[in-house]
């Protein structure tokens, strides 16, 4: 049995660098400064994830005309009452200090209005204008100023290093570590914690269309629920309704944001129609994600689509100046691949954007199911419900990240190191390490392409049983192949060894995804089905299960604060 590795031993782990793992280690750290922390990341910490790549900006009530109340019957509208309502009240409350302290501690500078107060622009499924943001590009301000003060305190970090297992005490019973893989190096670190936070941003790259940064691969889901971890809604994927549609480019996937949609840009089909009108009348482009995604999804499969098979989304109504101003990085994006947003419509296609399902968390982010881990951020399930409102991403990264980093800090205080598993760590070890010597087998790219294909079709906008029992047959067949994949030999940055451990995470995400899709008999927010076309809230307002070892199983949602009754019914653009 291989078991070569290095040791590293910290109070603290954190495995991912976004906004929850970044807030986490500077939370854990100025609680108790003596905390060893080690931030972990498989990009480069500071310059990786979806935090940065935020856009359009981040929710939060500030308005004295606006209230946290507003903003959490908007959340739970919008994800259609499955949130747990307790995450949903924790982001909305928490969300207002965190940008106070993002600006006064962190020194983030936000766009103001001309009487000083915070700017806030609109953003689709919101009763008020709440969304803060700097420019367009707001994601980089955040994590550039993070990064700043993450380097101005004593916390380790580790560059291109790849967690690939959560690793168990000797009585498995908690989590005690992880092991980790240095990509740049082939070198395995099998690293002891007292605490650990999951806080890796999930990633839906698993479609042939999909937004988030490439080396998010369903990492954390597919550890968590090898670890034990129970993990719910995972049949809930958001599709952002303009991704750019550009050929073979790289950007194909990539969001135009929605702040575009809330100034007033408009969507068309081929036909010049703004479709919308179909669909929801009455907040047309400004209806949610899930509701505008399916519209445009629907019109292209009735023939109303372009040629490339997008629709078109046209912010020169804006007028050119205005769109130059205050969509700068959306006008560059664009002209990278031809477009010119200022003058005219720009081909656009729904894109895998954000997973609402994940590890299931309380309040503090214990993972009641796995004492020893926390989990923070898009890795988390149960925040957003059917369908996350434009804004509240980043939020709650944020809120949660901060959370977990307060958490962490608590429990160092009280949880001794416990001694890893280390056959379970070297069990571990050999499963990753297995591509790596064969001398033969498949190719793994070739297996991401056909499942990407595989969930754009069955898994996607629009669902039904016969397509998803194909997707699961189907993945159960790629997962088999994927046991079989060989790299090319050589440890070292080896790309081919690298993407095999990616497609092991999405197509585990995949199955859960796919299984889950199939247990919903409705449908409901992001997840439509063409055989089920209606909500149901007296069989289905239950978060459906999913845990190793276990059959999937549901759980009625709390309804501890507002029930369906207390709002009116959202629209719904029948599948
Ligand atoms: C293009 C785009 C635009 C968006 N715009 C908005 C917006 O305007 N407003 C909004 O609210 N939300 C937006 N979102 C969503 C938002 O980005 C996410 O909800 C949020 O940033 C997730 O934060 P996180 O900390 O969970 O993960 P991330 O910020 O994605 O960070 C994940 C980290 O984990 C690391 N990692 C991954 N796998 C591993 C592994 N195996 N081991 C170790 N590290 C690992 C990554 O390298 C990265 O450092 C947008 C998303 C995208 C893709």
New binding site residues.
Partial sequence: MSREWEELRCDVLI????????LAALHAYDLEPRLDITV??????GK????????????AALDPRDSVERHFRDTLAGGQFLNNQDLAWALVSEAPDVIRKLETKVGCFFDRREDGQIHQKAFAGQSFDR?V?RGDL??IEI?SRLHDQLFARRIRVLDE????ELIHDRAGHRITGAL?LQQQTGAFVLARARVVLL?????PRMYTYS???L???G??YA?AYRAGCDLIDMEMMQF?PTGLLAGASRLSG??L??GLRGAGAWLLNAQGERFMVRYDALRMERATRDLVARASYLEIMAGRGTPAGGVLLDASPLGAEFVARNFPGMVKRCAEVGYDLCAGPVEVIPTA??HMGGARIDVDCHVPSLPGLLV????AGGVHGAN?L????????CVF?SRAGRTAARMCAEWSFADPDETEAAQAQREAIAPLARERGESPFQIRDRLQRVMWDHVGLVRDAPGLERALAEIAELEDRAAHVAAPPGARWNLTWQQALDVR?LLTAARLTATAARHRQESRGSHARRDFPDRDDTRWLVNICQARDRTPWTEPVRLNRLTPDDLPTPHAARP
């Avoid at 806080?199 to 990633?203: E, P, Q």
Wanted: glycine share 24%; charged share 15%.
């Fill in positions: 495995l991912g660098s976004g906004g929850a793992g970044l972990v990341a498989k990009g480069l910490v990786s994830g979806c935090t940065r790549l935020v856009q359009g900006g981040f929710n969304t943001h707001t994601g994590v290093t790849r967690a690939v980790l806080a890796t941003g999930g990633g937004a988030p940064s080396e998010k691969t990492d954390g550890m952002h990539m969001v944001e929605e954007h954000f923070a951020g898009e890795d996350r434009g804004g509240n991403g980043v939020a709650d990264s990240g995470s």
